[in-house]
């Protein structure tokens, strides 16, 4: 009984660390259509489990001295896919940002900083957020999105951007 339970428990473990992966093909929507030529673009994509993820994000915010109000946005995720591209080109953005638009995404915010641009965008179901976009790009051609989907509201976003904005 002992051997079976540990065996249980081994493949359970596996089951959740093999979403930790990281691969080389894109996990978002839009930069999965093997349709699209990226011309040249490279890809790197992980999803995090938030079970596992949850308590060392909120941890590691702490401890950078990360306003409560980012803190607060984490406990409220039930799931982030992040995906980082290099190479990438100003038209493969230009159709990213029409396919957010045609799939209701809202322009919540854009912030320049260090050179560095972060763009956040938001769908919503009534009054509740159901998806945030993250996008950071820089002068490098390397950009990072960051899709966090969980149950979120206006204020808890709006208070998140604001913190970030006074630093």
Not at 10 to 22: D, E, H, N, R, T
Not at 34 to 63: H, Q, R, T
Not at 149 to 164: L, Q
């Amino acid at each position: 009984m002992k051997t079976l339970r540990n065996i249980f428990l081994m493949i359970l473990a596996i089951g959740m660390l093999q979403s930790c992966i990281v691969s080389e093909k894109p996990n978002m929507e839009f930069f999965s259509d093997s349709k699209y030529d990226f011309k040249g673009a490279k890809f790197a994509s992980i999803n995090v489990p938030m079970v596992l993820a949850k308590s060392y994000i909120k941890k590691a915010l702490k401890e950078s001295g990360e306003s409560e109000e980012t803190i607060n946005l984490v406990k409220k995720a039930s799931k982030i896919k992040v995906l980082t591209v290099t190479n990438g080109s100003k038209e493969m953005l230009q159709d990213y940002s029409q396919y957010l638009k045609d799939h209701h995404y809202e322009e919540w915010a854009t912030i320049k900083h260090d050179g560095d641009d972060v763009n956040i965008r938001v769908k919503q179901d009534g009054d509740a957020i159901k998806n945030m976009l993250i996008m950071v790009g820089s002068k490098e051609k390397e950009l990072v999105f960051v899709d966090v989907k969980g149950n979120f509201t206006a204020n808890d976003i709006s208070k998140m951007i604001n913190s970030v904005s006074e630093k």
